[in-house]
């Protein structure tokens, strides 16, 4: 079924450095918008794998502990198990995770 969402209409998960807008969710992906402002908490899925599309601004993105300056219309995948963080002053990710995010499979590196 085809729909059109908003983020005015999405739920929104707040966290130290970044606002995320959770999009659309079915049983083989989910999306977000995450807006991010100083560094994310660095964390690992054991079971997913994460695309990043930035859409605005640029920063710089951790995996495993290698850095990488990425910016506005770089697409970042992250295969499972892998340790990633990204930091900037203004940076808008979209998110596609597969299989769906689940919290249960997010793991702090600290």
Do not use: W
């Not at 998110?95 to 689940?102: A, F, G, M, R, S």
Request: hydrophobic share 30%.
């Amino acid at each position: 079924m085809s729909k059109v969402i908003k983020l005015s209409d999405c739920n929104i998960v707040e966290r130290k450095s970044e606002r995320i807008f959770e999009i659309y969710r079915n049983d083989t992906f989910s999306t977000a918008l995450a807006v991010v402002q100083g560094k994310i908490e660095e964390h690992y899925h054991k079971e997913r794998t994460e695309v990043y599309h930035i859409v605005a601004g640029n920063g710089i993105i951790y995996l495993n502990g290698k850095s990488k300056f990425v910016k506005k219309g770089e697409t970042i995948v992250i295969p499972p198990n892998t340790r990633h963080t990204i930091e900037g002053n203004y940076v808008e990710i979209f998110v596609v995770v597969t299989p769906p995010y689940d919290p249960k499979d997010h793991y702090t590196t600290s």
